[in-house]
């Protein structure tokens, strides 16, 4: 089966289990995923269930597509991701981010856990994302263009949109949440970053490193949609802070920042 095959087949499977069309997707990172928990009169459709679709292997990633109501606007939330790491090639791992276009969704918030680079930062505080740096040797648009989602060269200047990010942050003061923003850098992984490549990554200009995330939004921008990203700084980045890096500390640190991290998804949903 051809890949728009694929993506269309897997929507028509989604939107046969709801109601409502969601015009904002969420994709939760490692240790985030409970905020699909919160939504109103959920439908929960596993990975599992969809016909030829991909399936995570990260602890942390359940792998569910979650339908729902959150702050009055219609949601999709993908409850954990694919990862180029595993295995899975660009193209194959944003699939999810195709299907929420062709089921028509318009906003996307995506979410990570991430180290932190910049030596303001600390553990636990939380990153709009301004802009990216592709560090992982690939592409998802590579290969040939799904012409019915976007162009075969598009523009990226403004793809974590600069508008939704000015209300992001407005909104973010009002409510008293502290809220950093910067670049995010995407290495392959599946390793953490070695000492010297954090420090190539600060001289490059990247505030926090991560294995996720770019992928999806070059993916999200080329089908029409506007992006927002968070990234969640759960450590670190190696060599920063003279302590061994681990998944736990990652999971555990996103725990403890659980309610901040919910009470910035409910502004930013009010934002849209």
Do not use: W
């Amino acid at each position: 089966m051809k890949l728009a095959e694929t993506i269309s087949a897997a929507a028509d499977y989604l939107l046969s289990h709801v109601q409502s069309r969601p015009t904002i997707g969420l994709v939760l990172g490692s240790g985030l995923g409970d905020f699909a928990d919160t939504l109103e009169n959920p439908v929960r459709v596993p990975y599992a269930q969809i016909p030829d679709f991909p399936q995570p292997t990260v602890a942390g990633h359940s792998g569910a597509f979650v339908f729902g109501r959150r702050c009055g606007r219609e949601v999709v939330v993908l409850q954990g991701r694919l990862h180029y790491y595993e295995g899975f090639t660009q193209q194959a791992l944003t699939l999810p981010i195709r299907v929420l276009a062709a089921m028509g969704v318009k906003t996307l918030v995506l979410t990570n856990a991430a180290g932190g680079v910049n030596l303001g930062f600390h553990a636990g505080c939380l990153m709009l994302i301004s802009d990216h740096i592709n560090y992982s040797g690939q592409n998802p648009l590579i290969g040939e263009n799904l012409d019915a989602f976007g162009p075969r060269f598009p523009d990226v200047s403004d793809l974590y949109t600069a508008r939704l990010r000015a209300a992001v942050k407005e909104r973010a003061a009002q409510a008293g949440i502290p809220l950093e923003e910067g670049v995010y850098m995407m290495f392959s992984g599946p390793n953490y970053e070695t000492p010297a490549e954090v420090r190539m990554a600060r001289i490059l200009g990247a505030d926090a490193v991560g294995m996720s995330t770019v992928p999806e939004a070059l993916a999200a921008g080329h089908s029409g949609m506007e992006v927002i990203g968070v990234s969640c700084i759960t450590n670190m980045a190696a060599g920063v802070l003279p302590v061994k890096l681990s998944h736990q500390e990652v999971v555990e640190t996103a725990n403890r920042v659980h309610d901040d991290f919910h009470r910035l998804l409910e502004t930013i949903l009010a934002a849209i």
